[in-house]
């Protein structure tokens, strides 16, 4: 894959090329294997391979079957079968049972198995399948899957348990992020500087470093990507807790997002099928769809205001007269009924799938006290030991039970005794079986009355909440008034007048975290010339301030829609130099955090 024309285009543009880049990779191993075949993929990467390839990259590529990777056999008699999985070695017995099943089936010789680890291959999976008795009927290849494009400033590694296996000790997603920065220098340019947030970015950036110096990759002079942020998501464990507010960040608190499709319901979009059951239909939510990207980071009172703004316009549009149009001005208008005919499909959706979500926010109040209580703790720091006991007692949902119970601890700390108490009252209600579960909670520091944070410090050093931009365009608004730790944190980094005695007692006295700046060119004769002129050239300082910077944010244990429309709207800002990418190992929110913490 050639590195990018950086001259003539942007990262914005050209994420894409990312996507290309897997492409030909994926080509020129299946091209190796002749004739056709069939490819299986692991359930876990099934998702995030179909945003890279099309059904005709399959058929140009002569896959004639695929499908998710189980332990049944597949019909299909005689070829080569290939298998994408994760390097986990809990997918090895996955492997070996299907291989078992299809051998069982179609008798041995009739395929040959080619297995590629994604995103790389580990030693411990290639003894697991020897002690499976399968590895002699594979060949092993290794696919470096790593970051895939959901939208063009948006990137996951998708790696749904990452905060988990981080709280546990377990640091291999951690050369992985190191891997896929290398990834994206060598598409978009070397990067100038990386800041750092937390324990498991240090961690990164060493890991980086040693990557540096071990290869002699070529990368472009000239880097799109100017700074890069990484993000240790123990830093803020408060965002994920609380309930997006967004338009996008509420359908994911409901629905659930998964790799940018929404699967729901047809009923809900007034839609019916055969078999009602079972069957989903399934929405891509991202910019190629005009009408989304503009209500998606707008908090959810606006995006309802929106909806009914957008529907007057559109009507007002069909009704209007066109008789004494020119041949131009009807070209136009044309153009405008098109763009307004797939706009209005896409507002019917939307307004269905809305009206539908306010239902089940209103439904039984719980959802609504949750989020007027996650505020006023937000606000005044508001005790709310009694609620949580009503919603215990209430038999509310116990992934939200665990995720209130776990905000609250965060947020009040020094509780010991009512932390107890309440503890015991989960117990009572949900039974003892779930002890283990509380420890576990406890162990990772998501229940605690200990907090590594002093929240109340840091709401007023960094004016996290604001009243009067809850609804406004901007990084308050997603929490109606309050910004998100995380993202302020990275607003100070990038904000050259920044306070520095309060960014420096807000990271180590009030998150009790570390953070460093690391200058990728710090050897380079050029780069120091470069900053000694830049001090004696205030213009051209200017000239470069008024340009479109690009910052990666790389969050490491996950990041929420939430804090991703912080981000947009932060660039947006017309005082804001830098346009946003952002990376992450996933897209979480509170419930996903604390099942994949918990295992369920």
Same mark, same amino acid.
């Given at each position: ?27 020129? =191993? ?18 995030s391979l179909l945003m890279i390839v099309s059904n005709e990259f399959f058929r ?72 499976? %008795? ?6 092993? =290849? ?162 309802? !205001?929106?909806?009914? /703004? ?37 507002? !019917? ?9 306010? !239902? ?5 109040t719980i959802m609504r006290e949750i989020i007027q209580n996650e505020l006023s703790? /937000? ?51 949900? %039974?003892?079986? =779930? ?38 365009? %901007? ?86 829609? %939430? ?38």
């Amino acid at each position: 894959m050639n590195i990018l024309d950086l001259e003539n285009s942007t990262v914005l543009d050209n994420i894409g090329i990312i996507r290309e880049d897997y492409q030909e990779q994926l080509s020129k =191993y299946f091209r190796k294997i002749r004739g056709d075949k069939a490819l299986l993929i692991d359930p876990d990467l099934f998702g995030s391979l179909l945003m890279i390839v099309s059904n005709e990259f399959f058929r140009k590529n002569n896959i004639i079957v695929q499908q998710s990777l189980s332990s049944k056999p597949i019909n299909y008699e005689e070829g080569p079968i290939l298998i994408l999985v994760r390097t986990e070695i809990q997918k090895m017995n996955l492997v070996s049972s299907f291989i078992k099943e299809q051998e069982k089936k179609n008798g041995k010789n009739k395929h040959k198995y080619h297995l590629f680890f994604v995103p790389h291959q580990e030693i411990l999976c290639e003894k697991a399948l020897e002690t499976l %008795g399968v590895r002699q009927l594979v060949t092993l =290849y290794e696919f470096d899957l790593d970051l895939f494009p959901l939208d063009q400033d948006l990137l996951t590694m998708s790696r749904n348990s990452s905060f988990a296996s981080l709280s546990q000790g377990d640091p291999e997603i951690l050369s992985d992020v190191a891997k896929s920065l290398k990834k994206l220098e060598y598409l978009f340019g070397q990067f100038e500087e990386i800041c750092w947030l937390g324990k498991n970015s240090k961690l990164v950036l060493q890991i980086y470093e040693n990557l540096q110096s071990k290869r002699n990759t070529h990368t472009s002079e000239n880097s799109q990507i100017k700074k890069v942020i990484l993000v240790d998501r123990t830093i803020d464990l408060i965002t994920p807790l609380l309930t997006q507010q967004t338009y996008e960040g509420m359908v994911d608190e409901i629905y659930g997002i998964e790799n940018s499709i929404l699967e729901i319901d047809p009923r809900i979009v007034g839609k019916q099928t055969q078999n009602q059951e079972d069957q989903k239909i399934r929405f891509a939510l991202n910019s190629n769809d005009s009408f989304f990207q503009g209500i998606r980071d707008l908090n959810w009172i606006s995006a309802i !205001k929106t909806f009914k /703004l957008k529907s007057k316009s559109i009507s007002q549009l069909y009704a209007s007269s066109n008789d004494d149009r020119t041949i131009k001005e009807l070209k136009q208008f044309i153009h405008d009924v098109q763009t307004s005919r797939d706009e209005t499909i896409s507002l !019917k959706n939307h307004i269905s799938i809305s009206e539908h979500a306010q !239902k089940s926010i209103d439904k039984g109040t719980i959802m609504r006290e949750i989020i007027q209580n996650e505020l006023s703790m /937000l606000v005044e720091s508001v005790v709310f030991f009694d609620f949580i006991k009503y919603i215990i007692y209430d038999e509310e949902n116990m992934i939200k039970v665990l995720r209130f119970m776990c905000l609250h601890s965060l947020i009040h700390p020094g509780k010991a005794k009512q932390l107890s108490e309440i503890k015991k009252e989960f117990l009572f209600e949900y %039974g003892f079986k =779930y002890l283990p579960m509380l420890q576990h909670l406890e162990k990772i520091g998501l229940l605690t009355d200990n907090p590594n944070v002093n929240f109340s410090g840091l709401r007023n050093l960094l004016k996290l909440y604001n009243e009067d931009q809850a609804l406004t365009i %901007g990084p308050h608004t997603v929490f109606s008034g309050y910004k998100p730790i995380s993202i302020s944190l990275v607003q100070q980094i990038l904000d050259k007048k920044k306070n520095l005695k309060n960014f420096n007692k807000a990271t180590k006295n009030y998150l009790k975290t570390e953070y460093g700046e690391y200058n990728v060119n710090k050897n380079n004769e050029e780069t120091e010339k470069s900053e000694e002129e830049e001090k004696g050239n205030e213009e051209e300082k200017k000239e470069e301030i008024d340009t479109n910077k690009v910052c990666l944010v790389y969050f490491i244990g996950g990041v929420t829609y %939430g804090e991703i429309s912080a981000l947009r709207m932060l660039s947006q800002q017309s005082t804001f130099e830098y346009n946003f990418v952002i990376a992450t190992t996933n897209i979480i929110n509170g419930d996903q955090m604390i099942k994949s913490c918990l295992n369920l």
